[in-house]
């Protein structure tokens, strides 16, 4: 590592190290998804959409209050360098904020301020790009594309196939307990597939180049460099992380108007919350108002209301805009994939670099070696979101 002053860099890397030890626990996604989200699909159907689900979380295994003094008490002053001290204090504000927001899942109106605090809400101008975005018609879903054919297990093997590329490893399991489709479990490098899903040759597509091509290769980057940060994530990484994941499925032409408003609605749900909505109302607003049918506006309810409010799922609309205008700018792309970083702190992560403190991205997302989009309607949305 070269390096100028060993004593401040031996400082940085055990307080990097520490941290490291005491967040390996907080994977949100491991808490927030409730456990008995098909049972409660159930109740609320029959309940003609009028009784909220009462949804169950998994156990917290770590003690919260430790967690966040441990963190607090971390020597900051012993980091010479002003840029990198100023990131370790982002990051150690931005982990509490995660913990307490583990802290209260379940708890409603707290939690719902926890996650506002960590993630924020959708602009008035957000929530005009998805309306605008819903203005557009949608692919045909009678089209072979559209079709859901294939189970977890079948769907596992289309990912594997397509991961043969890239120069890692990663654990596959099934679960019928997660709202999405498909995630990524960062800290056990693991893709997660939901059993309760029937998976289309659209969806195959869309997901090995979201998950594995973005989520997986920035796990894998990530735990590659000294700094452990880069592995746990910077401030605000979910925004930029998700959006590169949507880029990917524009880059390789499987991004479709169907996709872009299934975000808008995220868009539509989130904002309710905002509103004060209950579940029900959010649900009635997407099946009624939107004409969205029952499936997919319940795991869209389910998504932004879980918790007791969950508002990071707007940022998949806000990241996508971001990184489209970022690659347009001819930035470099590259320098986003090196772990769990955000947009916001790209001079940090070249500066780390130029440090010997990091290191560029191994791993590339091979859809954005060129840009294979041909969906007219798709680049006419992205270039005239606001």
């Known amino acids: 590592m070269k390096t100028e002053n060993n004593v401040t860099t031996k400082s940085l890397l055990d307080i990097d190290k520490s941290i490291d030890a005491l967040v390996k626990q907080i994977e949100l996604l491991s808490f927030v998804n409730p456990i008995n989200i098909e049972e409660e699909k159930a109740r609320f159907f029959s309940s003609k959409y009028l009784t909220d689900p009462v949804f169950k979380y998994p156990e917290i295994n770590f003690d919260k209050f430790k967690l966040h003094r441990k963190?607090?008490?971390?020597?900051?002053?012993?980091?010479?360098?002003?840029?990198?001290?100023?990131?370790?204090?982002?990051?150690?504000?931005?982990?509490?904020?995660?913990?307490?927001?583990?802290?209260?899942?379940g708890s409603g109106k707290k939690f719902y301020y926890d996650s506002l605090h960590c993630f924020g809400t959708p602009t008035e101008i957000d929530v005009e790009n998805a309306k605008y975005i819903l203005h557009f018609e949608d692919e045909d879903k009678d089209s072979p594309a559209f079709i859901p054919k294939y189970s977890a297990v079948e769907a596992e093997s289309f990912f594997r196939t397509y991961s043969v590329q890239y120069d890692f490893t990663y654990h596959i399991k099934h679960s019928d307990k997660i709202s999405a489709i498909a995630m990524v479990l960062n800290?056990?490098?693991?893709?997660v597939l939901n059993t309760n899903h029937k998976y289309s040759d659209n969806e195959?597509?869309?997901?090995?180049?979201?998950?594995?091509?973005?989520?997986?290769?920035?796990?894998?980057?990530?735990?590659?460099?000294?700094l452990k940060i880069f592995s746990h994530g910077f401030p605000n990484n979910e925004e930029t992380q998700e959006g590169l994941a949507v880029f990917a499925e524009y880059m390789s032409n499987n991004l479709t108007v169907t996709r872009l408003k299934e975000l808008a609605y995220r868009v539509i749900a989130v904002n309710s919350l905002a509103k004060g909505y209950s579940f029900s109302k959010t649900f009635r607003l997407l099946h009624n108002q939107y004409d969205l049918d029952r499936e997919t506006a319940y795991y869209i309810t389910v998504r932004a209301h879980r918790g007791g409010g969950f508002t990071k799922d707007y940022l998949y609309l806000t990241g996508l805009?971001?990184?489209?205008?970022?690659?347009?700018?001819?930035?470099?792309l590259s320098l986003l994939l090196t772990g769990k970083v955000s947009l916001e702190y790209a001079d940090e992560?070249?500066?780390?670099?130029?440090?010997?403190?990091?290191?560029?991205?191994?791993?590339i997302t091979d859809a954005y070696a060129k840009n294979s989009n041909t969906n007219k309607t798709v680049d006419f949305i992205l270039k005239n979101l606001k």
């Open 187 to 191: 800290n056990l490098k693991t893709l």
């Open 349 to 363: 992560i070249e500066s780390l670099i130029k440090k010997g403190l990091a290191v560029p991205a191994k791993h």
């Open 321 to 332: 805009k971001k990184v489209y205008d970022y690659y347009h700018a001819s930035k470099d």
């Open 71 to 105: 963190l607090f008490t971390q020597q900051l002053e012993l980091i010479e360098d002003e840029e990198i001290r100023d990131l370790y204090e982002d990051i150690i504000y931005n982990y509490s904020g995660l913990i307490q927001c583990i802290e209260n899942i």
């Open 204 to 226: 195959i597509a869309v997901l090995t180049n979201h998950e594995i091509g973005v989520h997986m290769v920035t796990t894998m980057n990530g735990l590659l460099h000294p």
